[in-house]
């Protein structure tokens, strides 16, 4: 059996950590995965095939939430095409199970549903606006045999999604135990490699940043703690989004402004440039 990821970041996020993590308890059950990105900037291509996953690169268009005309036009304009690479690929490889993310690329669930393969769709936040939800659920019931939601209040905020009874299948990402079990040894060697000292309480996240991920409310609310408990410091680990500079721009002045008392490089640290932290992503604490 053959399982089709379809993922329209080319930055490494949840969707590719869910392939890889997944790929060889499933190969354990009988199935290959296989996963299809945009032919776009990232680290996804390289940390899969890292894993042992296979990769391969397409034109794929996604939605994007803005108001430049530019970029819905090129959406459109080769939306046809991208549909027919998909269906291509699907048939070339055989595969038996297409899943894609997100409500704004439904490409690959049309490519799916023409080749005969069983179609997965998740719905992993709430980011589309409203009306973008409402106009497209239509589609998502209609082309999905499974509509998988992160949790019953996400799938509660897309219309129509908890009336597809079995169809509909709520998850919360698991967590090996056995793999984030405490370990002295290991918390060390991550607290030193992000430049924390022994007496600090660290709070920190782990996820790229863009603006989905709230990173600006986490800055302030630590900011706002440091006034009475000046040993807490913030370590914010994950790649930079390339299509939200605006965002990361944001980010950066408010650690410049908010989070001055931290000592000196720590910048570096809190987001990662240049250092430890991105060259080394499995770091855990």
């Given at each position: 059996?053959?399982?089709?990821?379809?993922?329209?970041?080319?930055?490494?996020?949840?969707?590719?950590?869910?392939?890889?993590?997944?790929g060889p308890l499933l190969e354990a059950k009988g199935w290959e995965s296989m996963v299809v990105l945009p032919d776009e900037e990232g680290?996804?291509?390289?940390?899969?095939?890292?894993?042992?996953?296979?990769?391969?690169?397409?034109?794929?268009?996604?939605?994007?939430?803005?108001?430049?005309?530019?970029?819905?036009?090129?959406?459109?304009?080769?939306?046809?095409?991208?549909?027919?690479?998909?269906?291509?690929?699907?048939?070339?490889?055989?595969?038996?199970?297409?899943?894609?993310?997100?409500?704004?690329?439904?490409?690959?669930?049309?490519?799916?549903?023409?080749?005969?393969?069983?179609?997965v769709w998740q719905l992993l936040d709430t980011r589309p606006p409203r009306l973008l939800r409402r106009m497209l659920m239509p589609v998502v019931t209609r082309l999905a045999d499974t509509v998988m939601s992160t949790g019953v209040e996400v799938a509660r905020?897309?219309?129509?999604?908890?009336?597809?009874?079995?169809?509909?299948?709520?998850?919360?990402?698991?967590?090996?135990?056995?793999?984030?079990?405490?370990?002295?040894?290991?918390?060390?060697?991550?607290?030193?490699?992000?430049?924390?000292?022994?007496?600090?309480?660290?709070?920190?996240?782990?996820?790229?940043?863009?603006?989905?991920?709230?990173?600006?409310?986490?800055?302030?609310?630590?900011?706002?703690?440091?006034?009475?408990?000046?040993?807490?410091?913030?370590?914010?680990?994950?790649?930079?989004?390339?299509?939200?500079?605006?965002?990361?721009?944001?980010?950066?002045?408010?650690?410049?402004?908010?989070?001055?008392?931290?000592?000196?490089?720590?910048?570096?640290?809190?987001?990662?440039?240049?250092?430890?932290?991105?060259?080394?992503?499995?770091?855990?604490?």
């Open positions: 059996m053959r399982l089709l990821y379809v993922i329209g970041g080319p930055v490494f996020g949840g969707a590719h950590n869910q392939a890889a993590r997944l680290d996804a291509v390289e940390r899969l095939r890292v894993e042992g996953i296979e990769v391969m690169v397409t034109p794929l268009d996604r939605l994007r939430m803005t108001a430049d005309l530019r970029s819905q036009a090129r959406f459109v304009s080769r939306f046809r095409y991208q549909v027919r690479g998909l269906r291509r690929l699907v048939r070339e490889l055989d595969a038996d199970l297409v899943q894609l993310t997100g409500l704004t690329l439904p490409q690959p669930a049309i490519a799916g549903r023409r080749e005969g393969a069983a179609v905020q897309y219309p129509g999604a908890l009336e597809l009874g079995d169809r509909l299948v709520p998850f919360v990402p698991p967590v090996d135990p056995d793999e984030f079990r405490p370990d002295q040894q290991r918390r060390q060697i991550a607290r030193s490699a992000l430049g924390v000292r022994d007496r600090s309480v660290v709070v920190g996240t782990v996820g790229n940043r863009n603006p989905q991920k709230g990173h600006e409310y986490l800055i302030r609310a630590v900011s706002s703690l440091r006034r009475d408990y000046p040993e807490v410091v913030l370590r914010v680990l994950g790649s930079v989004s390339p299509v939200h500079p605006a965002y990361e721009a944001g980010l950066q002045r408010d650690a410049l402004t908010l989070l001055l008392g931290f000592a000196t490089g720590v910048l570096s640290a809190l987001f990662g440039i240049g250092g430890a932290i991105v060259s080394n992503p499995g770091l855990r604490a």
